[in-house]
């Protein structure tokens, strides 16, 4: 048996291992054209546009015309287009710095097989392979150091959108990337490496969090914390909560924490799917 996780999906099971349970073991994804929330799809609009004025448009003065465009793209695709405004007023927003890096990297993803430890609490798992994959928005190396941005998006006001910006900061995402980055790229172990968050709103305005280093002792505790949180998806069971990520959830409809009568099952069947 293999255990094979995301780091995306990691997040996920912090936040809610029900929805992760329904995302990631039962394997439910919205049926096309069930939407998803406005932010949802703003937030994977600007996400395809970066990437794309990024890593495909080498010209850094049409980086943001190729971001616009794949962005229009993707929200034509999905008759979406009443968010173009917001998304091109988040991509305007982004910051010179960023568009003007001349080698930004980022690879299809990390993957690292990790030993799973030798504690008694992991004993069924001891035969199995623990395998963790991610993908960073962005990294690279610049001023003889690495860099990792998470890039985040949002319609909050800009009060809101600056206290998200600072809860993002005990997010473990910057962290376990940087974990997989140094086990992946041991030749780069000599560089110090950063992460850095980077939010930019709807409304135009966009907010840079401070960089933070990953040193030495960072990275251990981080990598421990990371293997802890891999292995508690092979042991724990799904468990439910009343928080404030419900509110952000394509399951609240079906999640039967919300429901108060009806069948949760046929509620997800109406809107999701079960991948393959
Ligand atoms: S509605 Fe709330 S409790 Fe239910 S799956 Fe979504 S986040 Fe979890």
């Known amino acids: 048996m293999d255990i094979r996780v995301s780091i995306t999906s990691l997040q996920m099971f912090e936040d809610c291992r029900q929805k992760w349970f329904y995302k990631y073991v039962e394997k439910w994804r919205a049926r096309s054209g069930s939407g998803g ?5 703003s937030g994977a609009a600007i996400a395809e546009g970066l990437e794309a004025g990024l890593l495909l448009e080498t010209n850094v003065l049409k980086r943001v015309d190729t971001a616009k465009e794949r962005a229009l793209a993707y929200l034509t695709e999905r008759q979406n287009t009443k968010l173009v405004p917001g ?4 991509l305007d927003a982004v910051p010179q ?18 030993e799973i430890p030798a504690l008694d609490k992991y004993e069924d798992l001891w035969s199995a392979d623990l ?9 690279t190396i610049m001023n ?13 006001s800009d009060s809101k959108a600056k206290s998200k910006l600072e809860r993002y900061y005990y997010s473990p995402q910057p962290l376990d990337y940087a974990v997989l980055l140094r086990d ?21 305005s966009c907010f ?37 990520m419900c509110d952000w959830c394509e399951f609240k409809e079906a999640c ?21």
């Open 144 to 156: 003889d150091r690495i860099k990792i941005i998470e890039f985040k998006s949002t319609g909050d």
């Open 37 to 41: 929330s406005s932010a949802m799809n």
């Open 97 to 114: 710095w960023i568009w003007d890096i001349q080698v930004p990297v980022a690879e299809d993803k990390f993957e690292v097989l990790y």
């Open 184 to 204: 992946t790229h041991p030749e780069l172990a000599h560089l110090p490496l950063y992460t850095q968050h980077v939010l930019v709103t709807t409304r135009g």
């Open 131 to 139: 395998i963790i994959v991610g993908k960073p928005d962005l990294w």
């Open 87 to 90: 998304v091109e007023r988040a």
């Open 256 to 276: 039967d924490t919300w429901r108060f009568g009806g069948d949760p099952q046929t509620a997800l069947e109406f809107d999701f799917e079960k991948r393959a």
């Open 208 to 244: 840079e969090s401070e960089e933070h280093l990953v040193g030495a002792r960072a990275y251990a505790r981080a990598k421990d914390a990371l293997l802890t949180r891999a292995l508690e998806t092979a042991i724990l069971e799904p468990q439910r909560h009343f928080g404030v």
